[in-house]
């Protein structure tokens, strides 16, 4: 195991201030992700971590890269990669065979890699020698850790860092430590398990083998984060058949709580399967509470509007999720007036970091609440799970929090009765819906709005909110406080209608500017107002048409921005690129229209995308080129994968298509409206829960 601390530390003396040129990561490069709970694993087709801080790859945990180079190699030369695979999600598996090393031929030695994230990073190497004499040699692993804040990653660069200390190998472990500007000691201990001692010779840790012919030699790893001296848990990780075993235990027990789903099409289950992995794996440890974090590698945190949605496409299937995440965002809710964190009273957060540059208040992310629907999503949150699951002992713990956000949605809507964003110096995000980069808010003519902004899905969204709090104060007994949300919904209907309806274009602007004017393009935003009630019926059904029409519909989903619009650039985050979880909401919205011919060929689209990927993974985004030409939707490179409301779309379009209604305090589960896709055949749905009991269709 060779040390290089290259990256970690000007020089090697225990003082040396870190000084890392850290450049932006490119990330259109193949990569190979694993996650649990907190820790993920990012590495490059080979399985390995080359240590190019341009890439990004690493051993995470709590916005720290603790492995920042992990490679290996046998008798001097690197492994020659066979196979792999990573479908579980939390695991991962590698084959190799030797390169020519001394005088032992190509593919002697086969060597099999496993690797688990179970409290940790635990790895298995099987080197099995199949000629028919001994061999003897060296395993060498290149480790190094940066220590680097996930900020730093992606091509920020500190003015100052804290100091590396001296790798230190005692008897068979090896640690690699660096103190943070917060006074913060922070560890990377690495455990070898082995039959021969390790030794350390110039700053390299080599791990002598003789190989017997026939026979394996087993070597064991284990990688875990240690701050200021502590381990998260104090037990030691036990062999790697003992903690894969325990994880996949625990993905068991997560698949039987869960709602399943099972179809005569193979390709469509393969997909879903896919998509349960991927929200099991996204699932994520707070200081406060286990929520759902957005997307692997720039954003496994907590994030509200990400959590929100994806515990609302999922509640018939997974509502422990959606009370997870319910009770975090309530944890966190704001408390005052923070112009820097954008925190108010009663908001609920946008994204929450807990590295050290958000420790040193270097970032406004600790936690940020720039975002102008998360709050109402919390709401709409709290009513969906209340109609499926009817625990009203949930809404009455945390009916102060849905007070205070009410309270901060009074305040925000007190001008002109919009929720609006911007406007404000130096605020960390230009907009603040879900649509949040810099050119995603456009006139026809190409310019960009100017704040303060209110996009037409997030007062959509207050409208639910406001109607979704009314129904858990009527159940609770509120009686005035449910018919005044009743009141003020209807009001903001009427204000919506008045002001955001486009009549020439027959549309809904995508926002209203800084001076109230309609922003005219053409976008997917008002796809998320179908079934809401904040529109006519008229306006839904000519919504649902313009959404239809071939320059939104692209044949693998619907654009964010028209193809026909002057700022259309297919290649771009979000004008004119496809969105699964955009088209999620849409595929809802038409289902609730009644036109399910239109949410199945949406549906057919992504499941159609999701297939061409050799993952079955639906990505964060894709390009919005015609599907007519390719046989793939061209592939967006800084796209997360897996991305949580991407997999929880997945989920979305099987719940719009049975069209279930829940009735918890009933009892009862209508699908009478339920109109299914033919190429997805009999569909069998089992464990959906609705009032503490669970259903089979």
Excluded at 109 to 115: G, Q, S
Excluded at 352 to 357: A, K, P, S, T
Aim: charged letters at 25%; hydrophobic letters at 40%.
């Amino acid at each position: 195991m060779t040390i290089d601390n290259s990256q970690t530390a000007a020089g090697t003396a225990a003082d040396d201030e870190v000084t890392l040129p850290y450049e932006a990561v490119n990330p259109n490069h193949p990569r190979l992700a694993i996650k649990h709970r907190k820790y993920f694993l990012l590495m490059d087709t080979e399985g390995m971590v080359p240590g190019n801080n341009k890439e990004g790859f690493g051993f995470f945990a709590d916005d720290t890269r603790w492995l920042s180079k992990w490679d290996i190699s046998l008798g001097g030369m690197p492994l020659l990669p066979l196979n792999r695979d990573v479908d579980e999600g939390f695991a991962a598996r590698f084959i190799y065979g030797n390169r020519r090393f001394d005088a032992v031929p190509e593919q002697t030695i086969k060597v099999e890699r496993e690797l688990v994230l179970n409290d940790g990073l635990i790895e298995r190497l099987t080197l099995t020698n199949y000629s028919q004499i001994e061999i003897r040699t060296e395993l060498a692993v290149t480790v190094g850790s940066d220590f680097a804040d996930m900020f730093e990653v992606r091509g920020a660069n500190r003015p100052k860092r804290g100091t590396a200390q001296r790798p230190v190998l005692r008897g068979n472990r090896l640690t690699l430590g660096y103190v943070g500007l917060d006074n913060t000691l922070r560890e990377t201990s690495i455990l070898v398990r082995s039959q021969t001692a390790a030794k350390l010779e110039e700053r390299a840790l080599k791990l002598p083998l003789t190989l017997k012919a026939g026979e394996p030699t087993v070597i064991e790893f284990v990688v875990r984060a240690r701050v200021n001296g502590q381990f998260d848990n104090k037990r030691s990780p036990r062999s790697f058949a003992h903690e894969i075993a325990s994880a996949r235990k625990a993905y068991d027990r997560f698949v039987a709580a869960s709602g399943s789903v099972t179809t005569e099409n193979p390709q469509f289950n393969a997909i879903f399967q896919r998509a349960l992995r991927d929200i099991y794996m996204l699932r994520q440890e707070s200081p406060r509470g286990n929520t759902i974090s957005a997307g692997v590698p720039w954003f496994a945190v907590p994030f509200g509007r990400d959590s929100a949605i994806t515990a609302l496409q999922t509640v018939p299937f997974m509502p422990e999720l959606s009370r997870d995440a319910l009770r975090v965002l309530a944890a966190y809710q704001g408390e005052k007036h923070d112009p820097v964190t954008a925190e108010e009273s009663g908001k609920i957060m946008h994204e929450l970091r807990v590295g050290e540059m958000a420790v040193l208040k270097e970032v406004a992310f600790r936690p940020y609440y720039g975002t102008v629907d998360a709050t109402q999503l919390w709401l709409m949150l709290l009513a969906e799970y209340v109609r499926w699951t009817g625990d009203l002992a949930l809404a009455r713990e945390l009916w102060p929090n849905v007070l205070r956000a009410l309270s901060f949605l009074d305040a925000a809507t007190a001008k002109d009765g919009f929720i609006r964003y911007g406007g404000v110096a130096g605020e960390a995000l230009s907009n603040q819906g879900w649509k949040d980069s810099g050119n995603s808010i456009v006139f026809k003519d190409g310019t960009l709005a100017k704040a303060p902004i209110a996009v037409c899905e997030a007062q959509g969204y207050l409208y639910a909110a406001w109607k979704g709090a009314a129904l858990v104060a009527r159940l609770l007994g509120k009686w005035s406080l449910s018919y005044r949300l009743g009141m003020k919904s209807e009001h903001l209907r009427a204000l919506f209608q008045r002001d955001f309806w486009m009549r020439e274009a027959q549309y809904v602007a995508i926002a209203l500017d800084g001076d109230n004017r309609q922003v005219d393009a053409i976008s997917s935003n008002p796809g998320h107002l179908l079934g809401t009630g904040i529109l006519t019926p008229a306006q839904e059904q000519l919504v649902a048409d313009r959404l239809m029409a071939p320059d939104m519909f692209c044949g693998w989903g619907i654009r964010t921005l028209a193809s026909s619009e002057r700022a259309y650039q297919p290649m771009d985050y979000q004008v004119g690129s496809v969105w699964p979880h955009d088209n999620g909401f849409a595929i809802e919205g038409l289902a609730k229209l009644g036109r399910f011919a239109d949410a199945h060929r949406v549906f057919e689209g992504l499941v159609a995308a999701a297939a061409a990927q050799s993952d079955l993974r639906l990505p964060e985004l894709f390009a919005g080129f015609d599907r007519c030409g390719h046989k793939e939707p061209v592939r967006y490179p800084v796209a997360c994968v897996p991305q949580a409301w991407a997999a929880g779309s997945v989920f979305q379009m099987l719940k719009a298509c049975l069209n279930m209604k829940p009735n918890a305090g009933a009892g009862t589960l209508e699908c009478t409206s339920a109109l299914l896709p033919s190429w997805l055949g009999q569909v069998v749905v089992k464990r959906i829960q609705v009032g503490g009991k669970t259903v089979d269709l």
